[in-house]
């Protein structure tokens, strides 16, 4: 697991084959991706074949970080990374 930043109450890393069912559930809202123009997964699966296909991290060293919070250790969203 790759943190690539730290604050007092969070952390943000590498989004991992783990992270599925949040990252399904989180993609599956509405709310969530009228904002990120993403599609919704059809299931988790569909979120881990994403996740094992995702290769922004070894194109660009950048990608789609997990956010953590470190106290319960829970996936509590992602951030969009964008270079300038």
């Given at each position: 697991m790759?943190?690539?930043?730290?604050?007092?109450?969070?952390?943000?890393?590498?989004?991992?084959?783990?992270?599925?069912?949040?990252?399904?559930l989180?993609?599956?809202?509405?709310?969530?991706?009228?904002y990120?123009?993403?599609?919704?997964?059809?299931?988790?699966?569909?979120?881990?074949?994403?996740?094992?296909?995702?290769?922004?991290?070894?194109?660009?060293?950048?990608?789609?970080?997990?956010?953590?919070?470190?106290?319960?250790?829970?996936?509590?969203?992602?951030?969009?990374?964008?270079?300038?």
């Open positions: 790759k943190i690539v930043l730290e604050t007092p109450r969070l952390f943000l890393r590498e989004i991992t084959v783990e992270d599925a069912e949040s990252v399904y989180l993609n599956h809202d509405p709310d969530v991706i009228k990120t123009g993403d599609n919704a997964f059809e299931s988790i699966e569909a979120a881990k074949s994403f996740i094992n296909n995702y290769d922004q991290y070894k194109k660009y060293g950048f990608g789609r970080w997990a956010v953590i919070e470190k106290l319960t250790s829970n996936f509590i969203g992602w951030k969009k990374t964008v270079s300038i």
